[in-house]
């Protein structure tokens, strides 16, 4: 296993598209976590999947942001109509039932033009 | 409010010398706190966490509820503890809030 992964890397839209990311945890890992990262800030969380339940949810989640895990292994993250304070590093991170130990993806940088 | 506070954007130690990275947080019940190093180019990772009392790559933090702390601490800084340091408050929710981040640079 390599880890959690995400997809894309990178990725530059402009301003009114909406964009989808994508996020496999460490297959084992029941629980899934997106944040947000700009610039000389922490990750801000966004969402809380356990399994495919969706049990938290930040207030940063406007409607424009959705977040699905349908089968409780990979989850998507999609964003409509974007504006340029979109523009961040998304994180996705997993943890099994155990100890919170979350373990990072490499993110996707989103630049919206 | 639920906030955690890193003083410090950048602390600059020599070698050898010892080092403390700050972190107050704001939570009015019994908080899990982490700290979490993200080394150049690669992703963020936990460190360690308050619970476990565990001292990993000769770093400690002490968890003191009165002064609402968890300040990260090592006797002996070497050149790969380069990084970013983030400290983070679970609490007792499923979210994470973490710190702005410090950079530490120890130098040669």
């Known amino acids: 296993d390599t880890g959690v992964s995400q997809d894309p890397r990178h990725k530059i839209t402009k301003r009114g598209q909406n964009v989808t990311f994508r996020c496999d945890p460490i297959?084992?890992?029941?629980?899934l976590y997106w944040y947000r990262q700009t610039l000389g800030q922490g990750p801000e969380f966004l969402t809380y999947?356990?399994?495919?339940?969706?049990?938290?949810k930040s207030r940063l989640l406007s409607d424009r942001f959705s977040a699905e895990r349908p089968k409780g292994s990979f989850s998507t993250l999609e964003i409509q109509r974007t504006e340029q304070g979109d523009s961040a590093m998304y994180l996705c991170?997993?943890?099994?039932?155990?100890?919170?130990?979350?373990?990072f993806g490499p993110g996707t940088r989103l630049t919206v033009t | 409010a639920q906030r955690v506070t890193q003083p410090e954007k950048l602390l600059s130690v020599f070698k050898g010398a010892p080092v403390e990275l700050k972190c107050n947080y704001s939570?009015?019940?019994?908080?899990?706190l982490f700290w979490y190093v993200q080394y150049s180019r690669q992703r963020l990772q936990l460190l360690l966490r308050?619970?476990s009392r565990e001292s990993i790559k000769g770093f400690t933090a002490d968890l003191n509820k009165g002064e609402t702390s968890f300040h990260l601490k090592k006797p002996f800084a070497q050149e790969e503890d380069s990084a970013m340091y983030y400290c983070?408050?679970?609490?007792?929710?499923?979210?994470?809030?973490f710190g702005t981040g410090t950079r530490l640079k120890v130098l040669a």
């Open positions: 999947f356990q399994n495919e339940a969706q049990l938290e």
């Open positions: 939570y009015s019940g019994s908080p899990e």
């Open positions: 308050h619970i």
């Open positions: 991170a997993s943890s099994s039932r155990g100890p919170e130990e979350q373990y």
């Open positions: 983070a408050l679970r609490p007792g929710t499923y979210k994470y809030i």
């Open positions: 297959s084992e890992h029941n629980r």
